[in-house]
């Protein structure tokens, strides 16, 4: 049972290059989540998928679009990396329908925009 | 949508001592308030929670209080040890996206 598991870990980019992080949990969640993480301001919702098929807006997410694969997996793109983009990235994930249960972080990929 | 407030930025104690951090929040209807560890490199990782219909929950050392009417909720460690040393994050559940949103952090130090 791995939980949240998040590739790649690393990675470095080129201004206006692209990319998909991926996001995989194994614990049958509904609700899967994307976060950034800069310094000294937490953790930013970029977006977030309630269940399977549906995914909605955070509070960052210009500069990025998800997908929501399958009840599994949840992946996020950047179409045209850019400097402000660096950060490191959360994947997270909660079971939905149950009063208030917690959610399970991946470790996180650490991108760096040059 | 909600916003949460979180102090001290960083805060440094004396092992053995007591460390509170503090956090407000601005919707009235949130009713789940988590606090997060996270060390160096790390995932941040559930230490507590609490729902709004308790005031306060213990785990060992560890303690949530919660003040709906202030809209404030603090973690309280006891007898602290320098593995205690992390950032620490509160967050509370937005009602309208049913995502946490996260104060920005608390660096604790333990002194040994």
């Known amino acids: 049972n791995a939980g949240v598991t998040q590739t790649p870990k690393f990675q470095v980019l080129k201004t206006g290059q692209s990319m998909t992080l991926q996001c995989a949990q194994d614990?049958?969640?509904?609700?899967m989540y994307w976060y950034r993480q800069d310094p000294g301001m937490g953790l930013r919702l970029i977006y977030y998928?309630?269940?399977?098929?549906?995914?909605d807006k955070g509070e960052v997410p210009n500069g990025y679009n998800v997908s929501r694969l399958n009840k599994r997996e949840f992946s996020l793109r950047l179409e045209s990396a850019a400097p402000s983009q660096t950060s490191v990235y959360f994947c997270?994930?909660?079971?939905?329908?149950?009063?208030?249960?917690?959610?399970?972080f991946g470790d996180g990929t650490r991108l760096s925009i040059l | 949508g909600e916003n949460v407030e979180q102090h001290p930025s960083t805060l440094s104690v004396q092992e053995g001592d007591s460390a509170v951090i503090k956090c407000t929040y601005s919707?009235?209807?949130?009713?789940?308030f988590p606090w997060y560890k996270q060390e160096l490199g790390k995932r941040p990782q559930l230490i507590i929670d609490?729902?709004?219909?308790?005031g306060e929950k213990k785990d060992q050392r560890i303690a949530v209080t919660l003040n709906k009417t202030a809209k404030h909720f603090s973690l309280h460690i006891t007898e602290t040890q320098p593995e205690d040393s992390a950032v620490y994050f509160c967050?509370?559940?937005?009602?309208?996206?049913?995502?946490?949103?996260f104060g920005s952090g608390t660096r604790l130090q333990v002194q040994p």
């Open positions: 967050a509370a559940r937005d009602t309208g996206r049913r995502a946490l949103t």
């Open positions: 919707d009235s209807a949130s009713n789940y």
């Open positions: 614990m049958n969640h509904n609700s």
């Open positions: 997270a994930s909660r079971i939905q329908g149950m009063s208030n249960q917690p959610q399970h």
């Open positions: 998928s309630a269940s399977e098929g549906t995914t």
């Open positions: 609490i729902r709004s219909n308790v």
